[in-house]
Antibody, heavy 122, light 110 residues
Framework: QLQLVESGGGVVQPGGSLRLSCAAF????????MHWVRQTPGKGLEWVAIIWFDGGNKFYADSVKGRFTVSRDNSEKTLFLEMNSLRAEDTAVYYC???????????????WGQGTLVTVSS | QSALTQPASVSGSSGESITISCAES?????????VSWYQQHPGKAPKLMIY???DRPSGVSNRFSASKSGNTASLTISGLQTEDEADYYCSSYTSSSTLVFGTGTKVIVL
């Protein structure tokens, strides 16, 4: 059964770092692009990053560029998000999602994890 | 700042049809061909309802349909049911190889 399971969320002080993981089950992980999306409690969805199936291409939202790094380990079927220089405004539920490709564009998010909460607070 | 604008809320009675709009206001959004729609119930992860403007994934009710005209995409829910009460988001690929979500619409079933 296809499943995405995020972990690594928690409380961190401003300026701190955190690493999120997303374990994939039930599909050929190395054949799909993967995304991170976040949602501030009570607010809308904000796209964070994409990593190509082979890790060869990565793109980020302007709000996290230079502070966050997306990576993947295809042998372990795991996606990561390294978050540095965290700010209060990074507080959110972070979701990983699988990217379905159409016409060479892999920006349809066809399966999502349950999310992990990151709270940036002193 | 989102380049896709949606109404904050749309309401309808059970059995009725409603339409949610998603207006592109930024030329940075790509050709607007790759529009998707997501449904999110409170405390749950989003669920893909429509992709590539008007295609439905398997398992999604045919009461959900979508289209696009010019710089506005639309999601229509026919035969509104109580379980359709949720937040709905559109999204589109951008020319910067990023993804942008709409502002979100709360659907209320009266």
């Amino acid at each position: 059964q296809l499943q995405l399971v995020e972990s690594g969320g928690g409380v961190v002080q401003p300026g701190g770092s955190l690493r999120l993981s997303c374990a994939a089950f039930g599909f050929p992980f190395n054949g799909f692009a993967m995304h991170w999306v976040r949602q501030t409690p009570g607010k809308g969805l904000e796209w964070v990053a994409i990593i190509w199936f082979d890790g060869g291409n990565k793109f980020y939202a302007d709000s996290v560029k230079g502070r966050f790094t997306v990576s993947r380990d295809n042998s372990e079927k795991t996606l990561f998000l390294e978050m540095n220089s965290l700010r209060a405004e990074d507080t959110a539920v972070y979701y990983c999602a699988r990217g379905y490709c159409s016409g060479g564009y892999c920006y349809t998010l066809d399966h999502w994890g349950q999310g992990t909460l990151v709270t940036v607070s002193s | 700042q989102s380049a896709l604008t949606q109404p904050a809320s749309v309401s309808g009675s059970s059995g009725e049809s409603i339409t949610i709009s998603c207006a592109e206001s930024n030329s940075d959004v790509g050709s607007f061909h790759y529009v998707s729609w997501y449904q999110q119930h409170p405390g749950k992860a989003p669920k893909l309802m429509i992709y590539d403007v008007s295609d439905r994934p398997s398992g999604v009710s045919n009461r959900f349909s979508a289209s696009k005209s010019g710089n506005t995409a639309s999601l229509t829910i026919s035969g509104l049911q109580t379980e359709d009460e949720a937040d709905y988001y559109c999204s589109s690929y951008t020319s910067s190889s990023t993804l942008v979500f709409g502002t979100g619409t709360k659907v209320i079933v009266l």
